[in-house]
Structures are given as structure tokens and as C-alpha cells.
């Protein structure tokens, strides 16, 4: 790795913040381990970064659309060429393990060759006019500047899935990562610098939430804030945006659900369960929070979901053999235990894990024991709140039925997945389960970028990402209608009077 120490990119220069001050980056599996220092940016420096973007929008939205897509696709090169060097970085910026990471990487590599394919495409329609020798076409316009606030858990994937489509939309962009992966933002913000794209396209600054976000979300130049965080955040910054007329498009936490039938093939619903809770230490959007299983197979499930959980190794990601790596950072590992405690004050049972693991070369990292509980019920916070981390629940069933009323019970609905082979119950799901995604023999985590992803209720506000109705996010459609019939033509009235023609 070349670099550790990063200022902002605005208008195509590393530039220092205005503030003067930097933060550290931290391994989370040893936080003796200091990453780099970055930009503890300002109101200013968001300013500074909004302005260069104002002034870039003008030539931006004027380039060719391919033209604008091509920078993707040399992105995309890149990062194939540096995916391993990445990815190890990213391990240890924020933990996960290296495959994961590794994915994370491809996630993106993925992501920018499609939107660099949408540049070729950015299709309108053509509509047929009710009034004789008259035509109408809808065209996308780019809503202009738009600021992209990031979380930490997927550092590279998630950021392309907002900079990509902003991009060949011809917006320009502020993006503020979050303070946990400054390195990987920092690192990715370069491969745009490396293929050349025009200064002020694409501007990074680094900070805190409400130091360097907030200012963004309130700037009167920026258009439109695509957010991907957590509820409480969101609705403030949704809230804000409300009261300034800007486009608002959020990804935020869900509470979702795996329910398994008596049918079920019970090995895969058992690998299904442990890779979807504890991938990623369960800090993804769409981890499997809640195991809903019929009573017919509950114990045989039970067993055999312990017997997969007592083998799984806890460690440094970089580590061959990990499986569960540690969570982000102290205040995470906290909130964690807190839920876990909260689960037993509710009534609900550990059948294994439940705290905190220290030693063998792990006390100076956030490391959390895949947590199960039993006897989880629908009225218990931990069956209602994200815990974003290594714990899960197992709720009682006895129906198909009773498990979609238990799924759609909470305000979340990102992400529900159900284990069946009876078709009748596959349609009952799918019809009634209130989620964004639903999987069908397919654990709730795992998202492909080809296909729209987003949740119902508070998990979002009815936008998707990934896809192409990613580029809803950053267009306005234009109807544009050309009358060449040389007279005026008043629609609802014209075409009923014979004596107009
Ligand atoms: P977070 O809300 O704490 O932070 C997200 C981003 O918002 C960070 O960049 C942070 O600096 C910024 N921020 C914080 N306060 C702000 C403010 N006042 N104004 C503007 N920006 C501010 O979330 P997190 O801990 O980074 O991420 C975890 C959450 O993200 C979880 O709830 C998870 O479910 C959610 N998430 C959702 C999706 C999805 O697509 N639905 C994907 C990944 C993560």
C-alpha cells in the first residue's frame, strides 16, 4: 500500500481540511493497528466541495452519456487489477474476512461495468400524441449536485452504488464517507482521479457525521442526498430535505427474517441461517436477525444450527479459516452486549455465545461470540429492533401464515427469505411478506447488482439502488412533446371538432 495519509478530493486535488485537524483509522481486530490519518472536515470544506461540483455540472451533464459511462468501465479495470491489495486493506479497516471482503470489491467491480453498460442505453420513450402530426418522448435529466453519505460495511460496494449512477446520470457529487472506512473511500476516490475524470466530478470529504454530513445534507447548492445508514439518522436527514425541497433517497436498517417450513431441506436451511446472521459479524442491511421456524422441524433445526454455530472460528479476517471477524469498533461491541442482556431481561434463552471473546491474540479487538437465543416472541425488542451484530433469534411457528404475520411484525422490511418446497406456500409468501427482497430457498443476505435493492416501511422511501432503477435516484424524467403540424392543437378539445382540422 503506497498511501495511508489522506486530505479531501476536491476538484481533483488531495487538498488539507480547513479545520486543520485529522482522525486516525483503526483496525477493529487490533486497534494498536493505525491505519492512516484523514481530513476531519468542516462546514467549509463541504462548501469548498459543493462549489467545485457546481461548477463541473454544467460540462458534466453536457458530455456524451457513453462518454461519461466509458470512466466507469476504466474504474471497473482498475480495481480488478488492484482487487486483492483492496481487499486485504479493507479487512483490516473494518474487520469482515478477507473472502468477504473480497466480495465487497467484486460487488463493485460488478456494478461499474453494468453502469458503464447503461451509458450505451439510458433509455427514454417514445409516446404516440392524441393530436395528429404531434409526438412525445421522455428523456432522463440529471437532478444536478447530490451528496452521498455512506456506512462502514460496505466501504467500496456501497459508495460505487451511488457515485456509478450519479456519474452516467451527469450529476456531479460530495461524497462523505463513513469515519470508520476513510482509507477505502479515500483509496477508491483515487481510481477515479488514476482514470482521469474531470476535476470536480467526483469530490470526497472525510469527517464526522454531524461535522461534515450534516453541512451536506443542508447545503442550498446540493440537489439531492442519497443516504445509506441508519433509521435514526435518516429520518433526520429526511426531515431536512423535506423542509428544503431536496430529493431524498434512503437505505436504512431492517429486521429480517428467515422462515423455515416443515418441508424444508434442513441442512441448507441450517447453512442458510448460520452464513446469513453471521457473515459480516451481522452488521449487513440485510443479515438474518430472525430464524421463524415451523414447530414440526424446531428441534432437529435447533440442534443442528448449534452444532454449526459451536464450530465457527473467531478471529482477524485475514486469518484463513474465520468466520466470524470482529464488529466495527468499541461503542458497536457495546450496543451488542446491551442487546444481549436486553434479550435475557425479556425472557428470551441463549442456547450459545452471549459474549464478548478476549484472548489468543484477540484482546485488543471488538470481538462478539455468534449469539443464538431461543424463546425469542414478537413483542421482545430483540425481535424488533437492529442489533447489527453476531445475534439471532428463533421464533416459534405453526403455520405458513402465522410465520409471514411474525415477519411483516415489525417496522423494517428490507430482506425475508423462507425454506419450502411447496409451491403454495412459496406464492402465500411471496404475495404477503411486506420486505423489498424476498428469497425462496436462498439465504435473506447476498444481493446481485443487476436487481433493484431496497426495503419496504422504515427501511427506505421507496427508492432502490443497484439495477436500473438506480439511475431514478439521480434524474428527473423530462417529457418533451413536438407538435409539426404547424396550427395550434389544443389538447382534450381539438380532436372532437371536425371544423379545427
Ligand atoms: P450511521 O447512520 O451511523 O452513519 C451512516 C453515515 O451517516 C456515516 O457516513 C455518518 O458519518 C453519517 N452521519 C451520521 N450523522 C449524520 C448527520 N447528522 N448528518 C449527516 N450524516 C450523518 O450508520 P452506520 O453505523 O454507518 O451504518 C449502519 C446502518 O446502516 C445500519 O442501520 C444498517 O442497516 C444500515 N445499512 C443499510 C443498508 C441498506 O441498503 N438498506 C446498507 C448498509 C447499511
Not at 486543520?20 to 481486530?29: L, Q
Not at 427514454?124 to 402530426?133: C, K, V, W
Request: with cysteine; proline share 6%.
Amino acid at each position: 500500500m503506497s498511501r495511508t495519509d489522506f486530505g479531501n478530493y476536491i476538484n481533483g486535488d488531495w487538498v488539507d481540511p480547513s479545520t486543520g485537524e485529522t482522525f486516525e483509522s483503526r483496525n477493529p481486530a487490533d486497534r494498536t493497528q493505525v491505519l492512516g490519518s484523514f481530513a476531519k472536515s468542516g462546514a467549509a470544506d463541504v462548501d469548498r466541495a459543493v462549489q467545485a461540483a457546481v461548477e463541473a455540472y454544467p460540462r458534466w451533464m453536457s458530455t456524451p452519456v457513453p462518454e461519461r459511462a466509458d470512466y466507469l468501465l476504466r474504474v471497473a479495470l482498475l480495481l480488478e487489477e488492484r482487487k486483492e491489495e483492496l481487499s486485504r486493506i479493507m479487512t483490516q479497516e473494518m474487520g469482515k474476512t478477507l473472502k468477504e471482503s473480497r466480495a465487497d470489491v467484486q460487488e463493485g467491480i460488478d456494478f461499474a461495468h453494468y453502469m458503464a453498460g447503461e451509458g450505451r442505453r439510458f433509455f427514454g420513450n417514445s409516446i404516440p400524441a392524441e393530436l395528429p402530426n404531434k409526438f412525445y418522448m421522455t428523456m432522463r435529466h440529471p437532478i444536478g449536485v447530490v451528496g452521498l453519505i455512506t456506512p462502514w460495511n460496505f466501504p467500496i460496494a456501497i459508495p460505487l452504488w451511488k457515485i456509478a449512477p450519479a456519474m452516467v446520470a451527469g450529476c456531479t457529487s460530495v461524497f462523505k464517507p463513513a469515519e470508520d472506512t476513510p482509507l477505502c473511500a479515500a483509496l477508491l476516490v483515487d481510481l477515479f482521479h488514476e482514470v482521469g475524470v474531470p476535476p470536480g466530478v467526483v469530490n470526497l470529504v472525510n469527517g464526522m457525521g454531524e461535522e461534515a454530513g450534516a453541512p451536506l445534507v443542508d447545503h442550498p447548492s446540493v440537489r439531492a442526498i442519497s443516504f445509506t445508514g441508519s433509521l435514526d439518522v435518516g429520518r433526520m436527514i429526511n426531515e431536512k430535505c423535506a423542509r428544503s425541497m431536496k430529493r431524498c433517497s434512503l437505505e436504512l436498517g431492517s429486521k429480517n427474517a428467515l422462515i423455515i417450513m416443515p418441508d424444508a431441506d434442513l441442512d441448507l436451511a441450517v447453512e442458510s441461517a448460520a452464513w446469513g446472521a453471521f457473515a459480516t459479524s451481522g452488521q449487513r442491511c440485510t443479515a438474518t436477525s430472525r430464524l421463524i421456524v415451523h414447530d414440526d422441524v424446531r428441534p432437529a433445526f435447533t440442534d443442528r444450527l448449534l452444532e454449526r454455530v459451536s464450530g465457527m472460528k473467531v478471529g482477524n479476517g485475514l486469518e484463513p479459516g474465520i468466520e466470524l471477524a470482529p464488529v466495527i469498533n468499541e461503542a458497536q461491541k457495546n450496543r451488542v452486549l446491551e442487546y444481549i442482556s436486553v434479550g435475557q431481561q425479556e425472557g428470551a434463552k441463549i442456547l450459545h455465545g452471549g459474549e464478548e471473546v478476549t484472548g489468543d491474540g484477540l484482546e485488543n479487538g471488538y470481538f462478539v461470540a455468534p449469539t443464538v437465543f431461543d424463546e425469542m416472541t414478537a413483542d421482545m425488542r430483540i425481535a424488533r429492533e437492529e442489533i447489527f451484530g453476531p445475534v439471532t433469534g428463533i421464533m416459534r411457528v405453526e403455520s405458513v401464515e402465522e410465520a409471514v404475520a411474525i415477519a411483516n411484525g415489525t417496522d423494517y422490511g428490507l430482506s425475508c427469505a423462507i425454506y419450502t418446497h411447496d409451491i403454495t406456500n412459496v406464492f402465500k409468501a411471496v404475495n404477503q411478506l411486506e420486505f423489498g427482497i424476498v428469497y425462496v430457498n436462498a439465504p435473506t443476505i447476498g444481493a446481485e447488482i443487476q436487481v433493484p435493492f431496497g426495503g419496504m416501511k422504515n427501511t427506505g422511501n421507496g427508492h432502490r439502488e443497484a439495477g436500473p432503477q438506480s439511475l431514478d435516484e439521480f434524474t428527473e424524467w423530462k417529457t418533451v412533446g413536438i407538435d409539426f403540424s404547424g396550427k395550434l392543437q389544443r389538447a382534450q378539445m381539438d380532436q372532437d371538432d371536425p371544423s379545427a382540422s
